[in-house]
């Protein structure tokens, strides 16, 4: 299933807009139907590609929110201001509308749902989304058999964290790890804003020692990716179990 | 005017499998200058340079350069002193 996934030839494809669904001011998911998608890994990415009427193209890379599910993908788009693509995903394109996609893509950062070991997922801001998809994964394992999740998630206010009720909810049903950090504003009560500390990975990750080593996620912006991976590594992860994906600016 | 973060290899993903038709962001790669040996997953990558530029993370020489020009892709893997299939 996995090889099925990820091998054979790369065309783009014509997607359909079905729903969308608001998950923060600023973020929306869109619910595609793909016809004949050949089905994906929790973490794979598809890469859009509109075309002007003059035939100007440009073409982004998007994380795949959901998990397998037939021809159904989300995507969840973090609108960037002066962006040349975003904009037009968030607020342009309207339920029936089409747009041309290709994948899945990547067979690196991906969780392989056979895999015994616990899980430790670390996101800044929109990088939770292709952590997302394994979260959501996991939740479909028959409920004798999920391995161990956590999420450390690190966001610049509670209003700026996608996801947040069902996070809640797995958090509470589900025994998903959850705990946020907050760099700019906290909610009251709580511990001040900060940044991911290596107090945070030592209480809210896992022993990197222990029987069966955590594999470990990391995705976010460059600065995000780099500051915590280098946290995980001082707190005794072995590099080879650390997998990293970053995005920016260029991911408009 | 705004600084354009390095992404890694995961962003290529797409690129990579119009090249070389295979899933090759888990592939080991080989740096010419430094030895190390990861996956392209972990290059340095600079998509908005003139073409799409990926360096070793190490020692940050360029492996790989590829730049499309009327419907064509042109590889340089110079930089590489080997690239593998990625792991089954």
């Known amino acids: 299933m996995a090889r099925a996934a990820v091998l054979g030839r790369l065309t783009w494809q014509v997607a359909t807009l079905t729903a969308t669904r608001d998950e923060t001011a600023t973020a929306k998911t869109l619910v595609l139907d793909v016809p004949g998608w050949p089905g994906h890994l929790a973490g794979q990415h598809v890469d859009v590609r509109l075309t002007a009427p003059d035939g100007y193209t440009a073409e982004r890379s998007y994380s795949i929110a959901s998990p397998p599910d037939g021809d159904r993908l989300e995507l969840t788009v973090q609108r960037i201001a002066d962006g040349e693509v975003s904009p037009y995903l968030t607020e342009t394109l309207e339920a029936g509308d089409q747009l041309e996609l290709r994948g899945p893509i990547g067979g690196w950062f991906v969780w392989d749902p056979d895999s015994a070991a616990p899980v430790l997922l670390v996101a800044g801001g929109s990088g939770v989304v292709p952590l997302m998809s394994m979260i959501r994964a996991r939740a479909r394992a028959g409920s004798g058999n999920k391995v161990p999740f956590r999420l450390i998630y690190s966001v610049r206010t509670p209003a700026d964290a996608l996801y947040a009720d069902e996070l809640t909810k797995r958090a509470r049903d589900d025994s998903l790890g959850l705990s946020y950090v907050y760099t700019r504003m906290a909610p009251p009560g709580g511990p001040a804003p900060g940044r991911i500390s290596a107090t945070v990975i030592a209480s809210a990750g896992w022993p990197a020692r222990s029987p069966e080593p955590p594999a470990v996620f990391v995705c976010g912006p460059t600065g995000f990716v780099e500051a915590a991976a280098r946290l995980l590594i001082d707190a005794g992860h072995a590099p080879a179990r650390i997998k990293t994906e970053r995005f920016g600016p260029t991911g408009t | ?88």
């Open chain 2, 1 to 88: 005017m705004r600084t354009v973060d390095a992404l890694d290899g995961n962003a290529i993903g797409g690129l990579l499998r119009e090249v070389f038709r295979a899933e090759m962001t888990a592939a080991p790669g080989t740096c010419v200058a430094c030895g190390t040996t990861a996956p392209v997953a972990e290059a340095v990558v600079y998509l908005r340079a003139p073409g799409t530029v990926v360096r070793c993370r190490t020692c940050g020489s360029l492996l790989m350069v590829f730049v499309r020009k009327e419907g064509m892709t042109c590889v340089d893997l110079r930089g590489l002193a080997a690239l593998d299939a990625p792991p089954a």
